[in-house]
């Protein structure tokens, strides 16, 4: 028997149509091998990540990484660092801080333990960030920070607490603009090339792995910080993360969003409150309030 040696184009599949059958075995590989789902992952920033990473393995097809999958260690730990987006610093966007210092402290000031959870964490500079101003407030041992992440890679880094030294002037200056009363310096030391996070920070900080497609409720918060997560999940994810959040939270616990998500569209919108709507801090309604 003769096979058929014809290109793609004979039976009416193009070059894009065969990506995408290769980026779906790829899929759910990660997610037959390894629990990593990521199918409802926002399709074109996934898509272009998957490139990206496609091209640093300089490989020829999509298709080629599965192999390396299969039997290649910890090569999984190499694509979901690629696939997941690290973008972070620290006191990044410190209007947000300043809210949290105004609006949020003062609350949870009136409980006796703390529960904070960070969700996607990355590499931990914003995790640091929330332990200075808990300590500059006086609340750091009353609490204790979860954060968490997917990326292992990006998880080991921030359990180090090294930053470059490069970065260190941006960090003091967000620091300042965040409402800080000292030194960012205060707070850190210089360690050859890089800046060492003061290591009384992360005595109350669990770095732990956890995937919010797949995992359950994560304890009982009083703060949930989740920002810059939800925009590279498509609607029903995000759906499904919120929902998370809701049942994680106690009643009147605080959930803070990046500067481009929204509760407003969202199936537990009515659960919550603006407590400053701009900068996406919300409050989980008390037990007695109604909804609206």
């Keep these: 028997m003769v096979l058929d040696s014809q290109p793609p184009e004979r039976f009416g599949m193009d070059p894009e149509k065969i990506e995408e059958i290769e980026i779906h075995l790829l899929l ?37 990484i599965i192999p390396r999958l299969l039997h290649e260690g910890r090569f999984h730990n190499r694509l979901i660092a690629a696939m997941t987006v690290s973008v972070t610093t620290m006191f990044r966007d410190p209007k947000i801080y300043q809210g949290m210092r105004e609006k949020v402290l003062p609350l949870l ?20 960030s929330m332990a200075i101003m808990l300590r500059e407030e006086g609340l750091l041992k009353r609490v204790q920070i979860y954060a968490t992440d997917l990326n292992e890679i990006a998880l080991a880094k921030a359990r180090t607490g090294l930053y470059s030294i490069d970065s260190l002037n941006e960090f003091s200056e967000n620091y300042q603009k ?3 009363s000292g030194l960012f310096t205060d707070h850190c030391r210089i360690k050859g090339g890089e800046v ?27 703060l949930i910080l989740c ?34 998500e929204s509760l407003d569209y969202s199936d537990v919108r009515n659960r919550f409150k603006p407590v400053v709507k701009k900068l996406r801090i919300f409050r989980k309604r008390l037990m007695h309030e109604e909804d609206i």
């Design 178 to 180: 965040a409402g800080g």
């Design 227 to 260: 920002r810059n997560v939800l925009i590279y999940f498509d609607r029903s994810l995000q759906e499904r993360v919120l929902g998370l959040f809701n049942e994680s939270l106690v009643s009147g616990g605080f959930l803070c969003l990046g500067d481009k």
């Design 109 to 128: 000031k009136t409980y006796p333990l703390v529960n904070i959870w960070h969700a996607g964490c990355s590499t931990g500079e914003e995790v640091y």
């Design 28 to 64: 759910e590989t990660l997610r037959l091998r390894f629990g990593y789902d990521f199918h409802n992952y926002a399709k074109a920033s996934l898509n272009r990540r998957i490139r990206s990473c496609l091209a640093s393995c300089m490989l020829d097809n999509i298709a080629d």
């Design 196 to 222: 060492e996070m003061d290591p009384e920070l992360c005595r109350e900080v669990m770095f732990v792995r956890h995937n919010l497609v797949t995992d359950g409720v994560f304890g009982e918060m009083h």
